[in-house]
């Protein structure tokens, strides 16, 4: 296994957010993480890149225990976490925010060409370069948060909610954005509330409610499970 989480529980104050959250990912693999507001998602996300750090239980990446390292630390081993709501340098350029994603890389050549293929992979991106982040629609946004978390030459990124916000045509592009991604070799942790989505793109899932994985197994198992269709496709 590549990063799994081992127990995670996690609070705010007195309140538990995550309690006793346990998940593998494989090399190689996308899993999918859904469930409504609140139940946890972000808050496992936060966790595994160190931005919040657990009351109990282990995070483990590559065999290394890293539960307590520095976000800075995390990024460096190969986890690249894009927040939701994108987080990007609104008054930098595009291409300012994609070298942003690179902040701690040393090999300026290794930098050229993974910003060159981010622009492959987002001609776009490339046509408007120059233009402040602000400017762009919430999916050139989307696509502008994605290469920059590519940029940090990951093996792992942790997504959440790329979808949020965004026209169905243009989810459809995201989801085939990720899909590309992973067929490079990069593992995904998917976020999301857009159930059929996620499942359509992983390989394993997992369902959350109040802090809790309350079900996992393979995508089309789920997607079939009574409970699933309930609460989630109203059927």
């Not at 994605?146 to 940029?151: E, F, K, Q, T, V």
């Not at 499942?199 to 789920?222: H, I, R």
Request: charged share 20%; proline share 4%.
């Amino acid at each position: 296994m590549l990063l799994s989480v081992k127990n995670l529980t996690v609070k705010y104050g007195k309140a538990e957010a995550l309690r006793s959250v346990s998940l593998v990912l494989n090399e190689g693999d996308i899993i999918a993480v859904v469930g409504s507001n609140g139940a946890g998602k972000s808050t496992l996300l936060r966790s595994i890149s160190g931005l919040k750090q657990p009351a109990s239980g282990e995070v483990w990446f590559d065999n290394r225990l890293i539960s307590r390292a520095s976000p800075s630390l995390i990024v460096k081993l190969g986890i690249c976490h894009i927040p939701q709501g994108r987080r990007l340098f609104p008054y930098m350029t595009v291409e300012e925010n994609l070298l942003m994603g690179a902040y701690l890389r040393r090999d300026r050549e290794g930098i050229r060409s993974d910003l060159a293929e981010v622009y492959g992979h987002f001609p776009i991106l490339q046509t408007h370069k120059n233009r402040r982040a602000e400017t762009f629609s919430g999916g050139e946004q989307q696509m502008l948060a994605i290469g920059r978390g590519l940029m940090s030459k990951p093996r792992v990124l942790l997504m959440d909610e790329p979808s949020h916000g965004l026209s169905p045509l243009m989810v459809g592009e995201i989801s085939r954005v990720i899909a590309g991604i992973n067929k490079r070799g990069i593992s995904v942790v998917l976020v999301e509330q857009n159930i059929t989505t996620a499942f359509n793109l992983a390989t394993m899932g997992y369902v959350l409610s109040t802090g809790q994985v309350v079900l996992e197994g393979k995508p089309d198992e789920l997607l079939n499970h009574d409970e699933v269709r309930k609460a989630y496709l109203g059927t």
